[in-house]
């Protein structure tokens, strides 16, 4: 299943820029659940910390494959990167999240629309064999940044811990 996860992140990453940043959706994809994670959108500095001052790193997220998906390009203050690639499944009726960081941490996450924030969930074998809960949620903030935290479970969901807590402001 990775491989075939993989192979699929990599053909459409593969595709490059030019067409495929298309702002215009393709037919296939014009329904308005495609356009539910927009607000994510843009050329962002990242600040984490308690008050959200820190700067932590910067993300371009971008629509690719004709306007059908997005695609996030991370990379942290410390020089670390990640990708990921973000669909609306029409068949699943949910919004599925591939990432993949330079660490090779390979995540799967599925969800949708909770009170107006994207509300994405996975699991990750731990360092000990047990499953580890991933929960991230993003906000669209009245201020115009967006908050993602991300959650982890080891008690399968019966507590969480913040494991990063960003916010997304556009670059000028």
């Known amino acids: 299943m990775a491989i075939s996860n993989a192979l699929l992140f990599s053909t459409v990453l593969g595709l490059g ?32 910390g308690q008050d959200g001052s820190t700067p932590v790193g910067e993300s371009s997220i971008t629509r690719v494959a004709k306007g059908c998906a997005l695609h996030e390009n991370w990379r942290s203050a410390n020089g670390g ?14 919004w599925t999240q591939f990432w993949i960081g330079a660490d090779g941490v390979i995540l799967h996450l599925y969800g949708g629309l909770v009170n107006g ?14 499953v580890q809960l991933q929960r991230i949620t993003w906000t669209a903030m009245d201020d115009g940044r967006v908050s993602q935290r991300w959650d982890t479970s080891d008690d399968d969901g019966a507590t969480w811990q913040i494991s990063f807590l960003g916010f997304y402001r556009r670059k000028p």
């Open 17 to 48: 820029t030019g067409a495929v940043n298309a702002q215009t959706p393709s037919p296939a994809c014009d329904a308005s659940e495609y356009r539910q994670f927009d607000f994510w959108i843009g050329e962002w500095t990242v600040d984490g």
């Open 117 to 130: 924030a994207m509300v994405l969930s996975g699991s990750l074998p731990g360092k000990d064999g047990k």
């Open 81 to 94: 990167d990640g990708h990921s690639l973000n669909v609306y499944d029409k068949t699943r009726g949910q």
